[in-house]
């Protein structure tokens, strides 16, 4: 792989890891659309802008505190989906700038959710936000590490399932708690949650030197493939019941097409759980399932 220089643009992208956006803004953009009936476009922009940040921030940070404990310099290279971006270990940037720039995107995140607080006259939203950005800093920034602690699954279901669509839901209607989008979050956490286990599973040897564990630690990089189908399986479920209890229409039962290539996924986290080369595939294969189902189910809403 040829090394890129610090002023290329395919640099910033691979340290701010821009392609993982995707895994926010879709259930941001399924909560905002669940009632279109008065959509309000300047809190969709505000929130869409807060959403990217939000992540972006978690994104840079994730990096800096992985490189401080040692878990991304126990293997150097670079898989692009899983191990983190290793620019700090190929020396193109350095721990700082990942800090600085983690605290640039949250402070752009913070500035709109208050201008959204302004907008809709709600101080909810900058307490609800408040919980939020300290869930993505803690779950791998110290003090709490939640990442380390075997508890950054749970938060990143909460993050980007419940949070992301129920948040959309209430900037749209003013309206949380809300059984109805918690019913259409589950599948967005539970597909999400997959795509982090699924990564987890080829960094398992490293995290455990680093002392970082993680769900992996359960079962073990060669049974983790059983809780990796428990998660999928818990996301079509909850799809399933969506529609049995009309909150989807028919149209969300294009998104069991999706079984098949979650099951090759499976597979191969089944016979290849110590081939890190080999379990970039499950990994793509997995954020395919995660980003097609979250569109069908933001189409099923928009038909």
């Not at 953009?29 to 009936?37: A, E, Q, V």
């Not at 922009?45 to 310099?73: C, P, R």
């Not at 030197?209 to 990796?228: D, E, I, R």
């Amino acid at each position: 792989m040829a090394r890129q220089t610090k002023s290329s643009p395919a640099v910033f992208i691979r340290a701010l890891r821009l392609p993982f956006a995707g895994a926010s803004l879709l259930p941001f953009i399924f909560g905002s659309l669940i009632n279109r009936g008065n959509f309000g476009f300047l809190q969709f922009g505000l929130g869409f802008i807060a959403v990217l940040s939000t992540h972006l921030s978690a994104n840079l940070i994730n990096d800096y505190a992985d490189s401080k404990s040692g878990a991304d310099w126990q293997d150097k290279s670079f898989f692009g989906l899983f191990g983190g971006s290793k620019l700090i270990q190929e020396g193109a940037f350095s721990e700082r700038f990942y800090l600085r720039g983690a605290q640039i995107f949250a402070c752009i995140s913070i500035l709109c959710v208050i201008c959204m607080a302004v907008a809709l006259k709600s101080p909810r939203v900058i307490i609800y936000y408040a919980v939020i950005l300290g869930l993505a800093w803690s779950y791998s920034h110290k003090p709490l590490q939640l990442s380390y602690r075997r508890t950054g699954e749970p938060v990143i279901f909460v993050l980007f399932g419940p949070a992301l669509v129920m948040g959309g839901y209430f900037l749209q209607t003013g309206i949380f708690p809300d059984l109805k989008s918690f019913m259409l979050s589950l599948p967005f956490g539970f597909f999400t949650t997959a795509v982090l286990f699924a990564n987890e599973i080829p960094d398992f040897s490293d995290d455990k030197k680093a002392g970082k564990f993680t769900w992996v630690n359960f079962l073990g990089s060669g049974n983790s493939y059983l809780l990796y189908c428990t998660l999928v399986f818990m996301g079509f479920f909850s799809i399933l019941t969506a529609i049995a209890l009309g909150y989807l229409s028919w149209t969300a039962n294009f998104s069991f097409l999706l079984i098949i290539p979650a099951v090759k996924s499976a597979l191969i986290l089944r016979r290849h759980s110590d081939n890190k080369r080999a379990l970039v595939e499950a990994s793509k294969l997995t954020i395919a399932v995660q980003t097609l189902v979250s569109i069908i189910l933001i189409f099923t809403l928009l038909l």
